[in-house]
């Protein structure tokens, strides 16, 4: 590294272009390995995350082990540690930040809860302790940067915030490192666990359960056109008959069903007949005007709803999307933001904005737009935390070479901020109520049109138009909207032109998609409409808008859930996790209390410690519970009884009868008459010396391909595995069987595992099963080096 000018300020970005960015208005020019230097600064970066915290067995080596009687891991401690991936980076920041001609650093890291988190854990790893200022803007034009370097604040406002960033790591940490490792131990097999992304599991697995149970049910709707008495001309409507209130009482559910009527048809039948006998007149007609205001601007989580139904983006993709408008184009502002205001001072640019993007919507801009003053419904400095809404930048867009998908999003935010100047948007909706009457029966149908009396802001919905297509090949059956004809009135007899009875199905709950899902982990799972969504509830949220996309894509690379189309379906997998873990840990409700916790962290209103109590005994309390149901034995609580089999005694090998082919062994060794789906094809590829890689699914029969093909080959079969739980689990099986099998990990005594590897010397095991720590272990005085297989 060139030697740093006296007196410099060095600069630590989050990411290389970032860096580039900031060096480019600072005037930092001179190119080094790693950083970028020059009038009076130099300006390095993070890859991500170049520092992080310890793994278990990184804080104590006995906790590499995963045992019940270790369980909870509750660190007194919280060591941070360089992975070799980084550490080349790590040491050129950590030479700027320690070196003694830099003066202070600026913490340009993302401005959030992330982005402060990975500044302090690399600033607490070097060991600095230079004063630090905070970078804090939400875009990244040249215009916004130096500005921000005009108004850095004190690094230590922004310890709150810090707090809460390390709160949230460590209490994930803590949950997921123990709640995985009870669950995986007790189940036998590898279960993973999370402090938002169990509860988020739990949601989808609910609605997919609610989804297969459905029944569907026959029913039948009766139809009847009208058409004006007397009326020549051809315009008719159609109403459909429906039970007044008297008849469905005040039951929601038969409120519903109005016009439901029984599959047998019988119903319906005397309907139609009178209908064709009796006399049809308007009851009434009403019309009531609905008005639509402007909706407010987009955060990162509406953003990602919209494009979902819109496009099919996923969470990921839209946010990824943005990303690139925002560091590579910066053509908006910082995108993982949870406001949907604007502050005064941003608003007061609203002009300059307006000149650079309305190009394109020349012919739909409202009068004024960018010039009249916008209400509190924007704009609201008490709405406005860390970051406002996305908006576009004031930077035209025309020499942006934009992918097809970063043009639909730029689009979407270029409309949303120019609809704030509209009118509102005005239908009609008109209901008129027809009665046929024979004799003393009186049947109502009703018919609903709708007219738009002004269009306001959705001339520039993009949205409506991706609407009427994904409502095309929507699993609800929906009545078509109709254009009532000119001139109906109250008491005007009608002619009844036709009549029929539809036959239709009720329809399960839709599956959830990324853009309901995203609303749902916005409330906690609570069951609101999107328009009921208040700013209480964003506070007791499952995540942040800036995690939420991540979470859902870790639960797809897990296998607890797929994607269909649209739709996320839970899988067997996540089916299983959800069924066997505890109410309190699938619990969305308990999640969004910690967040807002956090959120309270951050604001000053509590402090970080009694938060990190609070996890800690809800974990003490969660792995208790699994102990409790546990049908593996925690190994602290039965000191005296031996795991396994600690007895010296060690049967003789199995004898099987001689077989010419792998089924016959798979019979005579194991009692199957006939392989599992894909097994004898691995079987046959390890027992000729082929080397193997073999992904199944839990309980489909993964044991047997190394088992059958070990018996084939004769000899010992060594079996290397890091689960305790699953191993004590395969020998014990092994041994009902009459196998002579043993296992040697840091469960047992010194004695023992001495024992076992005299048995394996001996040729008396025909399988030796062996944690991968203890092929580490020095040899013991009765075995020589060469020899002892731990």
Same mark, same amino acid.
């Given at each position: 590294?060139?030697?740093?000018?006296?007196?410099?300020?060095?600069?630590?970005?989050?990411?290389?272009?970032?860096?580039?960015?900031?060096?480019?208005?600072?005037?930092?020019?001179?190119?080094?390995?790693?950083?970028?230097?020059?009038?009076?600064?130099?300006?390095?970066?993070?890859?991500?995350?170049?520092?992080?915290?310890?793994?278990?067995?990184?804080?104590?080596?006995?906790?590499?082990?995963?045992?019940?009687?270790?369980?909870?891991?509750?660190?007194?401690?919280?060591?941070?540690?360089?992975?070799?991936?980084? &550490?080349?980076? @790590?040491?050129?920041?950590?030479?700027?930040?320690?070196?003694?001609?830099?003066?202070?650093?600026?913490?340009?890291?993302?401005?959030?809860? $992330?982005?402060?988190?990975?500044?302090?854990?690399?600033?607490? #790893?070097?060991?600095?302790?230079?004063?630090?200022?905070?970078?804090?803007?939400?875009?990244? +034009?040249?215009?916004?940067?130096?500005?921000?370097?005009?108004?850095?604040?004190?690094?230590?406002?922004?310890?709150?915030?810090?707090?809460?960033?390390?709160?949230?790591?460590?209490?994930?940490?803590?949950?997921?490192?123990?709640?995985?490792?009870?669950?995986?131990?007790?189940?036998?097999?590898?279960?993973?666990?999370?402090?938002?992304?169990?509860?988020?599991?739990?949601?989808?697995?609910?609605?997919?359960?609610?989804?297969?149970?459905?029944?569907?049910?026959?029913?039948?709707?009766?139809?009847?056109?009208?058409?004006?008495?007397?009326?020549?001309?051809?315009?008719?409507?159609?109403?459909?008959?429906?039970?007044?209130?008297?008849?469905?009482?005040?039951?929601?559910?038969?409120?519903?069903?109005?016009?439901?009527?029984?599959?047998?048809?019988?119903?319906?039948?005397?309907?139609?007949?009178?209908?064709?006998?009796?006399?049809?007149?308007?009851?009434?007609?009403?019309?009531?005007?609905?008005?639509?205001?402007? /909706?407010?601007?987009?955060?990162?989580?509406?953003?990602?709803?919209?494009?979902?139904?819109?496009?099919?983006?996923?969470?990921?993709?839209?946010?990824? =999307?943005?990303?690139?408008?925002?560091?590579?184009?910066?053509?908006?502002?910082?995108?993982?933001?949870?406001?949907?205001?604007?502050?005064?001072?941003?608003?007061?640019?609203?002009?300059?904005?307006?000149?650079?993007?309305?190009?394109?919507? $020349?012919?739909?801009?409202?009068?004024?737009?960018?010039?009249?003053? !916008?209400? &509190?419904?924007?704009?609201?400095?008490?709405?406005?935390?860390?970051?406002?809404?996305?908006?576009?930048?004031?930077?035209?867009?025309?020499?942006?070479?934009?992918? $097809?998908?970063?043009?639909?999003?730029?689009?979407?935010?270029?409309?949303?901020?120019?609809?704030?100047?509209?009118?509102?948007?005005?239908?009609?909706?008109?209901?008129?109520?027809?009665?046929?009457?024979?004799?003393?029966?009186?049947?109502?149908?009703?018919? %609903?049109?709708?007219?738009?009396?002004?269009?306001?802001?959705?001339?520039?919905?993009?949205? +409506?138009?991706?609407?009427?297509?994904?409502?095309?090949?929507?699993?609800?059956?929906?009545?078509?909207?109709?254009?009532?004809?000119?001139?109906?009135?109250?008491?005007?007899?009608?002619?009844?032109?036709?009549?029929?009875?539809?036959?239709?199905? =009720?329809?399960?709950?839709?599956?959830? =998609?990324?853009?309901?899902?995203?609303?749902?982990?916005? %409330?906690?799972?609570?069951?609101?409409?999107?328009?009921?969504?208040?700013?209480?509830?964003?506070?007791?949220?499952?995540?942040?808008?800036?995690?939420?996309? *991540?979470?859902?894509?870790?639960?797809?690379?897990?296998?607890?859930?797929?994607? +269909?189309?649209?739709?996320?379906?839970?899988?067997?997998?996540?089916?299983?996790?959800?069924?066997?873990?505890?109410?309190?840990?699938?619990?969305?409700?308990? +999640?969004?209390?910690?967040?807002?916790?956090?959120?309270?962290?951050?604001?000053?209103?509590?402090? !970080?410690?009694?938060?990190?109590?609070?996890?800690?005994?809800?974990?003490?309390?969660?792995?208790? &519970?699994?102990?409790?149901?546990?049908?593996?034995?925690?190994?602290?609580?039965?000191?005296?009884?031996?795991?396994?089999?600690?007895?010296?005694?060690?049967?003789?090998?199995?004898?099987?009868?001689?077989?010419? %082919?792998?089924?016959?062994?798979?019979?005579?060794?194991?009692?199957?008459?006939?392989?599992?789906?894909?097994?004898? #094809?691995?079987?046959?590829?390890? %027992?000729?010396?082929?080397?193997?890689? !073999?992904?199944?699914? =839990?309980?489909?029969?993964?044991?047997?391909?190394?088992?059958?093909?070990?018996? *084939?080959?004769?000899?010992?079969?060594?079996?290397?595995?890091?689960?305790?739980?699953?191993?004590?689990?395969?020998?014990?099986?092994?041994?009902?069987?009459? @196998?002579?099998?043993?296992?040697?990990?840091?469960?047992?005594?010194?004695?023992?595992?001495?024992?076992?590897?005299?048995?394996?010397?001996?040729?008396?095991?025909?399988?030796?099963?062996?944690?991968?720590?203890?092929?580490?272990?020095?040899?013991?005085?009765?075995?020589?080096?060469?020899?002892? /297989?731990?």
């Amino acid at each position: 590294m060139k030697a740093i000018e006296s007196s410099t300020i060095a600069v630590l970005a989050e990411k290389p272009s970032v860096a580039r960015d900031i060096a480019r208005v600072l005037g930092a020019d001179k190119r080094g390995e790693g950083y970028l230097q020059g009038n009076g600064y130099v300006v390095t970066w993070a890859i991500g995350h170049l520092v992080s915290l310890a793994q278990p067995h990184e804080i104590n080596p006995e906790w590499r082990q995963w045992r019940f009687d270790l369980l909870p891991i509750l660190p007194g401690q919280w060591p941070l540690v360089v992975y070799e991936r980084t &550490k080349d980076q @790590f040491e050129v920041v950590r030479k700027i930040l320690t070196s003694p001609r830099v003066s202070r650093i600026v913490c340009a890291t993302d401005a959030g809860r $992330e982005g402060e988190l990975i500044f302090r854990y690399i600033y607490e #790893a070097t060991e600095s302790k230079k004063p630090v200022s905070r970078l804090w803007i939400s875009s990244l +034009t040249p215009d916004a940067i130096r500005k921000g370097f005009d108004k850095l604040r004190p690094g230590s406002e922004y310890d709150r915030l810090a707090d809460a960033a390390s709160g949230r790591s460590r209490a994930d940490w803590l949950v997921g490192m123990n709640l995985s490792r009870a669950y995986s131990i007790v189940y036998r097999e590898e279960l993973s666990v999370g402090r938002v992304q169990t509860p988020t599991l739990a949601m989808v697995v609910d609605r997919e359960l609610t989804f297969r149970r459905f029944v569907p049910e026959d029913y039948i709707e009766v139809v009847a056109t009208f058409r004006g008495r007397g009326n020549l001309s051809e315009q008719s409507y159609e109403g459909t008959w429906f039970r007044s209130e008297t008849e469905s009482g005040k039951d929601k559910d038969a409120q519903a069903n109005i016009s439901r009527l029984p599959a047998d048809g019988k119903e319906a039948h005397s309907i139609i007949l009178r209908a064709r006998a009796g006399e049809a007149v308007i009851e009434s007609l009403s019309s009531e005007t609905q008005r639509m205001q402007p /909706p407010l601007l987009y955060d990162l989580t509406e953003l990602q709803r919209h494009a979902n139904r819109l496009y099919g983006f996923s969470a990921q993709e839209t946010l990824d =999307t943005a990303q690139a408008l925002y560091e590579r184009h910066k053509l908006i502002s910082y995108p993982r933001t949870d406001s949907r205001h604007l502050s005064a001072d941003v608003a007061s640019t609203a002009s300059g904005i307006v000149a650079a993007v309305s190009k394109s919507y $020349e012919k739909q801009l409202a009068a004024g737009t960018g010039e009249r003053p !916008l209400g &509190k419904r924007y704009v609201d400095d008490t709405k406005v935390s860390d970051h406002h809404a996305i908006i576009p930048n004031a930077v035209s867009p025309e020499r942006a070479q934009l992918t $097809e998908e970063e043009r639909k999003i730029y689009g979407l935010i270029c409309s949303r901020f120019l609809m704030m100047w509209h009118d509102d948007y005005l239908q009609a909706v008109t209901t008129v109520i027809t009665t046929i009457t024979h004799g003393t029966f009186v049947d109502r149908y009703r018919t %609903t049109g709708t007219v738009v009396q002004q269009m306001g802001w959705k001339v520039l919905d993009i949205g +409506t138009e991706g609407r009427k297509r994904e409502t095309k090949g929507s699993a609800e059956e929906k009545t078509p909207e109709q254009i009532l004809p000119v001139g109906l009135a109250q008491g005007q007899l009608q002619d009844m032109v036709d009549i029929e009875a539809r036959k239709k199905k =009720t329809r399960p709950p839709k599956r959830f =998609t990324e853009g309901t899902l995203l609303t749902a982990m916005q %409330t906690a799972g609570q069951s609101l409409d999107e328009k009921e969504l208040s700013d209480a509830m964003k506070e007791t949220g499952l995540g942040t808008p800036a995690t939420r996309a *991540a979470i859902i894509e870790v639960l797809l690379k897990r296998g607890y859930i797929v994607r +269909t189309g649209k739709s996320l379906e839970a899988t067997k997998k996540g089916i299983h996790l959800i069924e066997v873990v505890h109410p309190e840990v699938k619990s969305p409700a308990m +999640t969004g209390q910690w967040e807002a916790f956090l959120k309270k962290i951050q604001h000053g209103k509590c402090q !970080l410690e009694p938060f990190l109590d609070s996890i800690s005994q809800y974990v003490r309390s969660a792995v208790g &519970k699994v102990r409790q149901t546990s049908p593996v034995q925690p190994a602290s609580a039965v000191p005296s009884t031996p795991k396994v089999s600690d007895s010296p005694d060690l049967p003789s090998p199995k004898i099987i009868p001689n077989s010419a %082919t792998l089924t016959e062994l798979l019979q005579n060794a194991f009692g199957f008459s006939k392989f599992r789906p894909n097994q004898e #094809a691995v079987c046959q590829a390890v %027992t000729a010396g082929k080397d193997a890689l !073999l992904v199944m699914p =839990t309980g489909s029969g993964k044991s047997l391909c190394y088992q059958l093909p070990g018996l *084939a080959r004769g000899g010992t079969t060594l079996v290397i595995s890091p689960l305790i739980a699953l191993m004590d689990d395969q020998v014990l099986k092994l041994k009902e069987q009459g @196998f002579a099998v043993e296992c040697i990990h840091s469960g047992r005594d010194r004695e023992t595992s001495r024992r076992v590897c005299s048995d394996y010397l001996g040729g008396k095991l025909q399988f030796l099963f062996i944690a991968p720590e203890r092929l580490r272990v020095a040899a013991s005085p009765k075995c020589s080096p060469s020899e002892n /297989p731990q």
